[in-house]
Every structure is written in structure tokens, then in C-alpha cells.
């Protein structure tokens, strides 16, 4: 169903760009979807919804708990945390527990296994350590299975199986003065002791359900897209989905997820329906096999080189050498600044700051106005197209790409059900799902709506952390988070978080958590060389990139208020990002973080000699 039908986007020149229509439509179409109850709106897959949350793939096995004592204990085996594991192996670190919630290690890519799952960042800067594991990616733009299965050759490669605890969620972090070790227990009555802790729990964890009044009352089969049930469609990512031959099958939500997962329904469901609420905003995707005769000609270290130069340009670094990447998070690069960090070195010089928001914004035009020329082109059924297209700037929800998605509408068994009008799905009966008047009777709803964002770990009020003088972490950070270049903080010693916190965003997130990996082996690495009694970032150091992110912050409050509601700004009741975010963007952050690394680190270690300098240092304590 591939298409390659497209308008030249040079075509749209900025006369043809009605400006303030533009502006009077987005907003219009702002204001008829906020609703008073925000993020509230959604459901949790906790208590009596808690089965949609069940893990479909791995058989949870009974063990004893465990009372194990480690140099390292990683909670998480996502990209971020299984990367810190193998750097820290790669340093000479033995005694490693990991430990995951899943049943095996992948975080997103183990979860989310719906059919035509794929990483929309390019595999060859997206899939770690492909130098390391001798793999080169089969795909351009990789199904998650390949994902998944590269993480599993990254955690066979360092060795990582022996340390792992599946199905194991950590629910304290205690820190032990006397011993200088972290005391954390899990939900299988695991009590273990720990000199270092690096929480690597991601940001999109638990899926969440829709505020669907009668959701209870429906009948049918259901389940959320990040916990596929194979057993009721059959087949697997790649297809086979002949369960579905007989079925009328309801999709509610069009994000990235339900973007990619429409196009393979159609192929299997007597008949699908598509439930739209807002429509996502659909790039080229180009994906294709990997050339091999590409492959062979790589250089030793391609894939650092690939990356960084991925993230400069959209970051709008001066390139020292080409530009390798290109599509149509590339092409889209500016239409993203306002919601993306970065130097934008690459801007014409002496451009004032109004000149210069103009012409974001008309490129932000331009872009989203080719979109919706393009789904005129694909789109047969004119009122079908018209309800396709996405009125709102281009970052205020995460693009989606796509060369069949938009395709899968002019299938006979296909059918967009547009519920803006109603302020999306009105009810859910024992059979149906209602929109306004109309009943739509279907076997099965398959929820694409997403994860509650950034709720994991440190952050989820689920995993009390109490540090230095029994400090506890949330009171801690009631006034706004305090970290240490977003990984080490102040009265929590040898503590590390990983994520987007107080670091800088890229959309390649993965490349992201492996340089900050990087940095907290290197961290902890030294304060083993050093004999370091313990790792706490100092309070003058964490104020002080408290105030590096405020100086330097970018203010996207505006943007995000007048943007369409989502998870980007929770709702529609956007909040600043300065303090949140470095927004100079990673290779300044990188830049920043290589040359900290050169020096003595003594914001962070803390000598063997501590108690006799701390005495006469009483800033550096945290009582
Ligand atoms: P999402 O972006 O949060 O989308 C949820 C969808 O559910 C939206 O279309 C939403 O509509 C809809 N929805 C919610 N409540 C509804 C209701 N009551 N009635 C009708 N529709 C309703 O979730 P997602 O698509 O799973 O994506 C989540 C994130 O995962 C993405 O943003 C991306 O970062 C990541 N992801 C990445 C990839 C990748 O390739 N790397 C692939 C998939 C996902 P509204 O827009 O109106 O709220």
C-alpha cells in the first residue's frame, strides 16, 4: 500500500499563506477540544482496571525473595537502564543487579508489541551499541521486534541475564549512613543492599484508558495496544492477524501508535473502525531495506558519528561535515523549534527575534499545510480527507509518518469515525461504542490511547525515596526537582536518574540515555578509582545548574497554551519547561558534560576523608 504521491513542498510559497486564517483556525479548533477535566480525563490501568496493564507475554514464575548485597542495582531495563548496565560492565563492575516490571528486558519495545510496531527515529542512529553487537540493522526504520531482540544481543553481549530480576518492582530506596549503601526493597519481598542506584523507568510506562463514560459496561473483547492480545487476533507484528477475519474491530486514538497500527488492521478486519479525536499530523516515512553495500562501506565509530550528526542538525548545530540523515524529522526541523532545544546556530544572522518567530511560523505553515495538500492527494472520500486533517502547529503533538496510513481509508472495510464534534467517543454500551446519537456495535476495542507521561520511578509517589537524614525525595523536591546535569542530586548520594529531567531533549531519545549511561559509569567509575566515600552532588553545584537551565531557558509556554490539547502540554494547561529542561540543546549539554568529565569531578565525589572535611565544610552536608 505503499504511495509515493506527494506535493513538492516547495510549492506552497508564503503568498498562498493566509496567515491569520491560519491563526483564527487553530485556535478555533483548540478551544472546541479543551475539556474542564484535562489530564484528568483518563483512567488509570491500576485496581479494577489493572488487568489492561496484565503482561501478556511473559508468564510471571514464582521465586523466594532475594537479600542480595551489589555495587550496582539498575531498576529498569529499557534502553536507558540496560545501557547504564553494560557501561558499568564495560568499566570492570561485577556485582550488578537489574531489575524490571516486565519479564524481559526492552521497556517500551518489550511492551509495545502491537502488529506493525516500528521506531519512527532511523534504527542505525535509534538501536544501541550496533558497533558493539556486530549487528546492522535490517530496516531503515526497524520493527520493534528487531528493537527488542537488539536489546536482548546487548544484554547477552555484557552478560546482564545473570544479574536480571523480571517481574520485580522496586517499591523503596533507603539510604544507609552508616554503611554508605542504598536499602531497596521490591514487590516480591526482595530486600537488597546497594552502593549505587540508577533508576532507568522511562517515561511512558503505564498505558492509560480514555474517560469513556460506560467503559465498564462494554462486553466485548478489549485491551490496550501496548499489551497486545495475540491469542484473540493471531499472528504476530508482522501480520496474520486472521482472528480479526470475522470481526468488526474499533481503534480509539490516532497517535504515533495508532498511526502505525491502522494500516495492518485493514488488512485483516472485516471491518475497521477508526476512532479519531484529533488527527495526527502524517509525514513521508521512505523506509526500505538496508543497502548492504551502505553497510560494508561503514567506518569503525559510524554510528557515534551518525548520531551526533543527527541530533546537531535538528538541534541547528553548524555542521562540520554533510548532513546523514534525511527525512522528514530533518525536513521539519525548524517547524520544531519551538518545542525542541538546541543553539539554532544555523539561523541567518541579525535576524531579530519577531523576524525570526515569523518565519518559524510560516514554515510551521508551509509544512502543515502540505500535510493536509497531501492527504487531499491520498484521500478519496472528500469529507474523510477534510476529518483527516490536523489543524495546529506542528509540534504541539508528536508528529506520526507514515506512507499507508492515510491509504488505508480508501479500503472498502475502512472507516474514519470523526468525534470532534461530540468531544470525542460519548459512550461505551455492553456492545457499542456511541458518538453523539449514532451506536457503532463492534467485537472488539482495541485502546491506541497512550501513557500517563513521566509518571515512573522517582516521580511516581510509588517508590518512596528517603536519602540523607531521612530526607524524602518528593518533600525534597516540592518546590521543583534538583539534580546535577539531570542525573546526580544533592542528599541523595549515589543516586543516579535517567531520563529528559533537567538534561537536554532530543528526539532521538535513545542516543540520549546512552550518552547520559556514559556519564553516570564514568561518575561512578571514578569515585571507585578514587576511593570516593560516596557520589553526592554538592548544593552549590546543583544550584547552580538549576540556574544555568533558568538563564538559558527558552519559554514554550506560549506556544504550548495555544496549542491544540495532549500530553505535550498536559492538556491543555501548559506549564513553563524552564528549570525542566536544558534548552541549548544536547551537543551544547554533551559539550558541557565532556569537559565536567575532565576535571576532578569534585562536585560529585565525595572523599574517603569526608568526615574531617565535612565538619569544616558544613554547606557540603545536607543536615
Ligand atoms: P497518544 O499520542 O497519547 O495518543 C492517544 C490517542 O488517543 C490520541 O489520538 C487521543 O486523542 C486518543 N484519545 C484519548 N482519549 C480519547 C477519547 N475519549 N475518545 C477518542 N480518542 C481519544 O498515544 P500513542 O499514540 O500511544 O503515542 C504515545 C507516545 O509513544 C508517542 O507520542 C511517542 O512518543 C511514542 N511512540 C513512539 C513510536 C515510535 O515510533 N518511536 C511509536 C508509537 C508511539 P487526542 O489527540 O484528541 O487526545
Redo the contacts with the bound molecule.
Sequence with gaps: MSDSRTTPRETAIDDDIDVEALRAKYAAERDR?IRPDGAT?YRKTKGEWGYYARDPYTERQEREPRTDDVEALIIGTGIGGLSAAARLREKGVESIRIMDDAGDVGGTWYW?RYPN?????ESYVYMPFLETIGYIPKWRYAPGEEIRQGLTKVAQHFDLYRDALFHTKATSLDWDEETQRWQVTTDRGDRFQARFVIIGTGS?TDPKL???PGIEDYKGHTFH?ARWDYGYTGGDQFGGLTGLADKRVAV???????V?LVPMLAKYAKELLV????P?SIGIRGNGPTDPEWAASLKPGWQEERARNFAAVLAGERLVGEQVVEDDWVRTARAQRPMTSGRFLDDEPGLSPEELERRIELDDFRTTNWMRARIDEIVDDPATAEALKPWYRYMC??PAFSDEYLQAFNLPNVRLVD?STAG??TRMTENAVVVGDEEYEVDCVIF????DFGVSGLMSGELPTTGRNGKQLLEVWMTGPRTLHGCAMDDFPNLFNMGLLQNASSVNLSYMLQTQAQHVAAIIDRARQTGAKRIEASKESVDAWLRLLRETGRDNTRYSEECT???YNREGNARSNVGMTFSPGPIAFWEILEEWRAGDMSDVLVPADADARESAAPARTSG
Design positions: 477540544r480525563q509495545n510496531v516500528h521506531c519512527d527515529v511512558f480514555p474517560g469513556i495496544t480509539v486514538g490516532t497517535g504515533a501508535t495508532g502505525q476512532f479519531q479525536r484529533t495526527s503533538k508528536r468525534t470525542g467517543i491506541a490511547t497512550g501513557f490539547p495532549g500530553y
